[in-house]
C-alpha cells in the first residue's frame, strides 16, 4: 500500500513538473517565436548529426539549404489570406444551380510526424447571387494545404471559407487523400486512403443535393 501511495506521489509531482514546464514554453513562444537563436540551417544539420550522418558528407553539405526553401515553400499558407484572395474573385451572377470543381490535387504535411499527404480535392457549392472565379477554388486549396495540417481541418477549412466568403446556398467539399504517415511507418498499409467531407447548407439538409453531388464527383471522365 505504501508503495502505492509513493508511486502516486511520484506521478502527481512528475505531472506538477510536465505542466510547469509546459506553462513555460507556452510564456517563451509567446514572447518570441523562437526557442533558439540557431538558425533554421543549423537546427537541419544539427538533426543530421543526431541521425548518424555526418553534415560535411558531399551529399548532405547542402542539405540544410535545401530542406530550408523546401519547407518554406511547404508552409507557404501560412503568409496567404484566403478570405482576401476570394474577395477579389466574386461576381454578381443569377445562377443557381451546383457548380463544381473537382479532382483538383492537393499535396499536404501531416501535423503529427510531418510527413506528406496528397490526394484530390472535390468542392461543390450553389450560389446565391454571387460565384467564385473558377481558379480560386483551386487557390483556396493551395493556402489551406500548404500548411501543417490533419485532413479532416483542411476539409471544414476550405467549406467554411467560401461559405462566409459568398453566402451560398450550400457547400460540399469531399477530400480523398493517401498519407505516408500510414504508408511508409506505423501501421504500412500501402493501399490505404481517408476519405473526410464538410456540407453545408443545402448540402447538409437535402438528401437529394448531397447524392447529386456524390455522384457527380465519382464520374472520373472530368472533361477529358
Given amino acids: 500500500m505504501r508503495q502505492g501511495r509513493a508511486s502516486g506521489r511520484r506521478r502527481n509531482r512528475e505531472t506538477r513538473k510536465a505542466r510547469e514546464l509546459g506553462g513555460q514554453v507556452g510564456k517563451t513562444l509567446a514572447e518570441n517565436p523562437s526557442v533558439t537563436s540557431a538558425s533554421f540551417e543549423d537546427l537541419v544539420r544539427e538533426m543530421i548529426i543526431r541521425l548518424g550522418e555526418d553534415p560535411q558528407r558531399e551529399g548532405l553539405v547542402l542539405t540544410p ?3 530550408h526553401r523546401a519547407y518554406e515553400y511547404l508552409t507557404k499558407g501560412y503568409k496567404e489570406d484566403p478570405e482576401a484572395l476570394l474577395r477579389n474573385a ?3 451572377c443569377t445562377y443557381d444551380e451546383m457548380v463544381i470543381v473537382k479532382d483538383v490535387e492537393m499535396f ?12 484530390k480535392v472535390h468542392v461543390a457549392y450553389i450560389p446565391n447571387g454571387k460565384v467564385i472565379g473558377l481558379s480560386k477554388i483551386p487557390r483556396l486549396i493551395e493556402i489551406f494545404s500548404r500548411r501543417l495540417q490533419i485532413q479532416e481541418r483542411l476539409t471544414t ?4 471559407t467560401i461559405q462566409k466568403s459568398i453566402d451560398p446556398q450550400g457547400v460540399g467539399v469531399v477530400i ?10 506505423g501501421v504500412e498499409k500501402q493501399h490505404s486512403a481517408a476519405v473526410t467531407s464538410s456540407m453545408l447548407g443545402c448540402f447538409r ?11 457527380l464527383i465519382r464520374n472520373r471522365t472530368n472533361g477529358a
Wanted: proline letters at 2%.
Fill in 205 to 215: 439538409d437535402e438528401q437529394e443535393t448531397r447524392t447529386e453531388f456524390l455522384s
Fill in 157 to 160: 477549412q476550405i467549406a467554411e
Fill in 108 to 119: 499536404s504535411l501531416c501535423e503529427h510526424h510531418m510527413l506528406p499527404f496528397f490526394g
Fill in 65 to 67: 539549404k535545401r530542406v
Fill in 176 to 185: 480523398e487523400a493517401r498519407h505516408l504517415c500510414m504508408m511508409m511507418r
Fill in 90 to 92: 466574386l461576381f454578381t
